[in-house]
């Protein structure tokens, strides 16, 4: 199965806002509220940032949020900082239980 | 502590098979499904199986179908993935992770091993 559509590259300043797309299909993103976000830094193990589209797991910054709109899903991070130059994943369940992942965007905080 | 500990990568040739272990503490296991994800070298993240916590539910991401097995002994809180017909591109992390909610089968993972390296190459 097709993964999930994302920019294979984001950038941003210290401070500032930036929004990561996450493009499926209406048998995947459109059609469910089964979205989720990963962090992975660099020879790390992926982290759970938000599931249900929106929802933020205990001990997750609230500068971290997920919205949905038709088959695109995002996620935002505000207030860049360093240490949040990593790489990002959406995740959806797709129609016939399977799961898709994005493929991943790396995000450079300049 | 909750932990998934992976073991059993390793260098193999390629048409061999490889038997992974996926060791859980600090949670009762037979309560949540488990799953597979692999992470070629410098590539993204691609889900490979999911079993229920009974292991009476099972799915296969539909490439992978037949290629790969996966089960669980809940009596040792082991989860396990055998892989056949290892080609180059089974080279992969291969991480265990854990079902964020309890019971059934398919969901986000909030859990995840540190992964077990399974490198195919003659």
């Known amino acids: 199965q097709s993964a999930l559509t994302q920019p294979a590259s984001v950038s941003g300043s210290p401070g500032q806002s930036i929004t990561i797309p996450c493009t499926g299909t209406?048998?995947?993103?459109?059609?469910?509220?089964?979205v989720a976000w990963y962090q992975q830094h660099p020879g790390k193990v992926p982290k759970l940032l938000i599931y249900?589209?929106?929802v933020r797991p205990s001990g997750i910054s609230d500068r971290f949020s997920g919205s949905k709109s038709g088959n695109t899903a995002s996620l935002t991070i505000s207030g860049l900082q360093p240490d949040d130059e990593a790489d990002y994943y959406c995740?959806?369940?797709?129609?016939?239980?399977?799961?898709?992942f994005g493929g991943g965007s790396k995000l450079t905080v300049l | 502590e909750v932990l998934l500990l992976e073991s059993g990568g390793g260098l193999v040739q390629p048409g061999g098979s490889l038997r992974l272990s996926c060791v859980a503490s600090?949670?009762?296991?037979?309560?949540?499904?488990m799953n597979w994800v692999r992470q070629a070298p410098g590539k993204g993240l691609e889900w490979v199986s999911s079993?229920?916590?009974?292991?009476?539910?099972?799915q296969f991401a539909d490439s992978l179908q037949g290629h790969f097995a996966i089960s669980r002994d809940n009596s040792k809180n082991t989860l396990y993935l055998e892989i056949n017909s290892l080609t180059a591109d089974d080279t992969a992390i291969y991480y265990c992770?854990?079902?964020?909610?309890?019971?059934?089968?398919?969901?986000?993972?909030?859990?995840w091993g540190q992964g077990t390296l399974v490198t195919v190459s003659s």
């Open positions: 992770a854990k079902r964020l909610w309890l019971g059934g089968l398919l969901g986000p993972f909030d859990l």
């Open positions: 600090g949670f009762t296991f037979t309560d949540y499904a």
């Open positions: 079993i229920s916590g009974s292991g009476d539910r099972i």
């Open positions: 209406s048998n995947d993103i459109g059609g469910y509220d089964y």
């Open positions: 249900d589209v929106r």
């Open positions: 995740y959806s369940y797709r129609t016939g239980d399977t799961i898709l």
